[in-house]
């Protein structure tokens, strides 16, 4: 796995040391990270903006977009940039204009999830223990599903939306007839979740593993994997799976057919919030110290 870090930085200049790490310092607290149209698109829940910054050069480009209180997950279209936010309500910036208009969603909690599905941007909402759909063109809510063991992550599977629980489960949800089946256990702390072929894999805070759940009959499936410490986000590359863990700072390849360790975990040096994948590219962006971190897998 090399690692070839941002070289253009939004305060001061990168840094390195004897592995070749290479470390892009960002200003506030960066809490999601998504790639779209040749930008890097990063959420800061602290000063309330988006950033963005070149795909190519990594260099920041324009002025941060003011999106509101506690933006704390992103999804992406080829249009648009949606921002989850906690307070309940949802930002959605026009990537070619640059221009964000906020969505008041009626009735919501917390979101603490997002994620695109062909037909609808789905919402997690953690304390109404439920998911929503949202309408991208109307902004209007379309579905409204109860999940009672709670709602965190999500991603997407044909017609099924796959929801990390609360507590110790993964739950999925039957778009069409609107209906949470029962949910599937999978350890303590379950957050990150990500569909590889007929599988979903899922990031197990509390036990340091990922779990694979048969998306078809949904057991689980082969033994957990074992990762670093608190993993919470996992994601499918070209040719591999990504994880990150918050707690040892590191990141980690794995082969999506075995589900084996690819090399070696890296430490990446920032304790990690957010990923994206994107072909052979992952991004990461997290904090103490705030980081931007590009992987070429």
Excluded at 83 to 93: D, E, F, L, Q
Excluded at 150 to 171: H, I, K, M, P
Excluded at 229 to 236: F, K, L, M, S, Y
């Amino acid at each position: 796995m090399i690692f070839v870090l941002a070289s253009c930085a939004s305060v001061g200049g990168p840094d390195g040391d004897a592995t070749g790490l290479e470390r892009v310092h960002l200003e506030g607290r960066p809490s999601a990270v998504a790639v779209t149209e040749g930008q890097i698109w990063i959420a800061d829940d602290e000063a309330k903006v988006v950033r963005s910054f070149d795909q190519e050069t990594l260099e920041s480009t324009g002025r941060p977009i003011r999106v509101g209180t506690n933006p704390v997950a992103v999804a992406v279209d080829s249009q648009a940039l949606w921002v989850a936010h906690a307070t309940g309500n949802v930002t959605r910036i026009d990537v070619a204009q640059r221009e964000a208009e906020e969505i008041e969603v009626a009735g919501a909690g917390s979101f603490v999830g997002i994620v695109r599905s062909e037909a609808a941007l789905w919402l997690a909402d953690s304390e109404r223990s439920e998911v929503l759909a949202l309408d991208p063109r109307t902004h209007e809510v379309v579905s409204r599903i109860e999940v009672p063991e709670g709602a965190v992550r999500l991603a997407v599977r044909g017609d099924t939306l796959w929801v990390s629980n609360a507590e110790s489960t993964v739950a999925p949800v039957d778009i069409e007839a609107e209906r949470a089946g029962a949910p599937i256990e999978v350890g303590p702390g379950p957050i990150g979740l990500t569909v590889v072929g007929d599988e979903v894999w899922v990031a197990v805070s509390d036990r340091d593993e990922i779990v694979r759940i048969d998306a078809d009959s949904g057991r689980v499936v082969g033994k957990p994997i074992e990762v670093g410490n608190a993993p919470i986000a996992v994601e499918r590359g070209r040719g591999s799976v990504i994880a990150i863990t918050q707690d040892d700072h590191s990141v980690t390849k794995l082969d999506p057919d075995t589900g084996r360790k690819v090399g070696r975990a890296r430490d990446v040096e920032t304790r990690p919030r957010s990923l994206f994948v994107m072909s052979n590219t992952a991004w990461i962006v997290g904090v103490d110290p705030s980081l931007l971190i590009e992987i070429t897998l």
